[in-house]
């Protein structure tokens, strides 16, 4: 192999065979053809196909990475997943961007029953964004696979670009690149080979640029690995069961105290003290959820786990690893009670006293009732 073979000529990323996901992958079986021009798959597949895959970094690597758009007086487009908001954001995003304007983007609208009106899903995520201290020019709702809201993020970006680089931000599995496939598709000249890959100086990552017209153009940016989330932690075919593909059935569960929720075998809810009260449970359709009473719960468990109460697999279970328990009081107000990438429970009970059990490493939030 020459010495120019080492480095991808579309990106400049070292050559590896190792990762898929990570920059500069190819086929073990190209190098070994002494082919002249070396593309990685994942510019092969921008010159090809036109089409951006993903390439993920850790928070820290990826803060390290990005540190350099604090410093640019840029736009901001944040993704996140509507159906896992705190599971999705970016933590310390305000030191990331520094004074750069957002624009908060709320993906996967189609989730989220049609019923709830777009204008109190954007009056929660100001309200939450709040929350979390930052201000955003701009909130909205998308739906990638759908298709809409696409035109409005549009026209929002055009409004506030003013001129400055636009940098599309998000944690994996908020749909970046379902969507910006779809502006790819949909809002790119016709031409092929517009989407380049320009490296970032200092780093070994770099951001795909795709432009817009002559001028201007949105700027990719490595997806950042939320280490909270689910998905991280169980196997490709779990993660198809839970990850909700269309619009969610709310499961309304009238419970009495000393009730137990099984949430397949992915999460467990204890309803311990209160009154008599309703826990509306929005995960996807296809993960069966077990009542029972909780003084079996303990039994049940572990007896069923990976067999009745699965996913997951009985072959996963040491990936997914001990379970923990979180025990809490409900506040007055009608709360959320979060599993990050799993789905929520609404429930609206007072001073009840409830326990949840997850993977240790999972993710668990309350939050003000969205729905
Ligand atoms: P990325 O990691 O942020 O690039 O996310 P992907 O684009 O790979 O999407 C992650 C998952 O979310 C995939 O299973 C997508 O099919 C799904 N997804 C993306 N956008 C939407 C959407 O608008 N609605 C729904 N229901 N699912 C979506």
Same mark, same amino acid.
């Given at each position: 192999?020459?010495?120019?073979?080492? &480095?991808?000529?579309? =990106?400049?990323?070292?050559?590896?065979?190792?990762?898929?996901?990570?920059?500069?992958?190819?086929?073990? &079986?190209?190098?070994e053809?002494?082919?002249?021009?070396?593309? =990685?798959?994942?510019?092969?597949? $921008?010159?090809?196909? @036109?089409?951006?895959?993903?390439?993920?970094? *850790?928070?820290?690597?990826?803060?390290?990475?990005?540190?350099?758009?604090?410093?640019?007086?840029?736009?901001?487009? @944040?993704?996140?997943?509507?159906?896992?908001?705190?599971?999705?954001?970016? *933590?310390?995003?305000?030191?990331?961007?520094g004074?750069?304007?957002?624009?908060?983007?709320?993906?996967?609208?189609?989730?989220?029953?049609?019923?709830?009106?777009?204008?109190?899903?954007?009056?929660? $995520?100001?309200?939450?964004?709040?929350?979390?201290? +930052?201000?955003?020019?701009?909130?909205?709702?998308?739906?990638?696979?759908?298709?809409h809201?696409?035109?409005?993020?549009?026209?929002?970006?055009?409004?506030?670009r003013?001129?400055? @680089?636009v940098?599309?931000?998000? =944690?994996?599995?908020?749909?970046?690149?379902?969507?910006?496939?779809?502006?790819?598709?949909?809002?790119?000249?016709?031409?092929? @080979?517009?989407?380049?890959?320009?490296?970032?100086?200092?780093?070994?990552?770099?951001?795909?640029?795709?432009?817009?017209?002559?001028?201007?153009?949105?700027?990719?940016?490595p997806?950042?690995?939320?280490?909270?989330?689910?998905?991280?932690?169980?196997?490709?075919?779990?993660?198809?069961?839970?990850?909700?593909?269309?619009?969610? &059935?709310?499961?309304v569960?009238?419970?009495?105290?000393?009730?137990?929720?099984?949430?397949?075998?992915?999460?467990?809810?204890?309803?311990?003290?209160?009154?008599? *009260?309703? +826990?509306?449970?929005?995960?996807?359709?296809?993960?069966?959820?077990?009542?029972?009473?909780?003084?079996?719960?303990?039994?049940? +468990?572990?007896?069923?786990?990976?067999?009745?109460?699965?996913?997951?697999?009985?072959?996963?279970?040491d990936?997914?690893?001990?379970?923990?328990?979180?025990?809490?009081?409900?506040?007055?107000?009608?709360?959320?009670?979060?599993?990050?990438?799993?789905?929520?429970?609404?429930?609206?009970?007072?001073?009840?006293?409830?326990?949840?059990?997850?993977?240790?490493?999972?993710?668990?939030?309350?939050?003000?009732?969205?729905?």
């Amino acid at each position: 192999m020459s010495n120019n073979a080492i &480095k991808c000529i579309g =990106c400049g990323a070292m050559f590896q065979t190792l990762d898929p996901n990570q920059p500069g992958y190819i086929d073990p &079986k190209l190098l070994e053809e002494e082919r002249e021009v070396l593309l =990685c798959k994942r510019c092969f597949r $921008l010159k090809h196909y @036109n089409e951006a895959p993903e390439v993920t970094l *850790s928070s820290d690597a990826f803060r390290k990475t990005i540190g350099r758009i604090a410093e640019e007086d840029a736009l901001i487009v @944040n993704i996140i997943d509507l159906f896992d908001f705190s599971g999705s954001m970016i *933590s310390g995003l305000n030191r990331i961007v520094g004074n750069d304007d957002i624009i908060l983007v709320a993906n996967k609208r189609d989730l989220l029953p049609k019923a709830v009106k777009n204008d109190k899903i954007e009056r929660w $995520l100001r309200q939450m964004v709040k929350e979390y201290g +930052f201000n955003v020019l701009d909130v909205v709702i998308v739906s990638a696979e759908k298709g809409h809201g696409v035109d409005d993020l549009m026209a929002s970006i055009e409004t506030h670009r003013k001129g400055r @680089n636009v940098y599309m931000v998000g =944690c994996t599995n908020v749909g970046k690149s379902t969507l910006i496939n779809r502006i790819i598709r949909t809002f790119t000249p016709q031409q092929q @080979n517009l989407i380049t890959v320009s490296q970032y100086p200092g780093t070994t990552l770099d951001f795909i640029e795709i432009p817009l017209t002559q001028d201007a153009a949105l700027i990719d940016t490595p997806g950042i690995v939320n280490e909270h989330q689910y998905a991280h932690y169980v196997s490709k075919d779990t993660l198809k069961r839970m990850l909700p593909k269309k619009e969610i &059935k709310a499961k309304v569960y009238q419970l009495n105290p000393r009730q137990t929720l099984f949430i397949a075998g992915l999460a467990r809810f204890d309803f311990i003290k209160g009154k008599r *009260s309703s +826990f509306v449970c929005y995960f996807s359709n296809v993960l069966y959820i077990h009542r029972t009473k909780l003084e079996q719960a303990d039994r049940i +468990f572990e007896e069923h786990h990976g067999k009745l109460l699965s996913p997951p697999q009985t072959d996963e279970l040491d990936r997914l690893g001990a379970f923990r328990r979180y025990s809490f009081t409900l506040p007055e107000e009608k709360t959320d009670i979060v599993i990050s990438g799993l789905g929520f429970i609404t429930a609206h009970a007072p001073k009840a006293q409830v326990a949840l059990y997850v993977p240790e490493r999972v993710g668990v939030f309350l939050r003000p009732s969205l729905i």
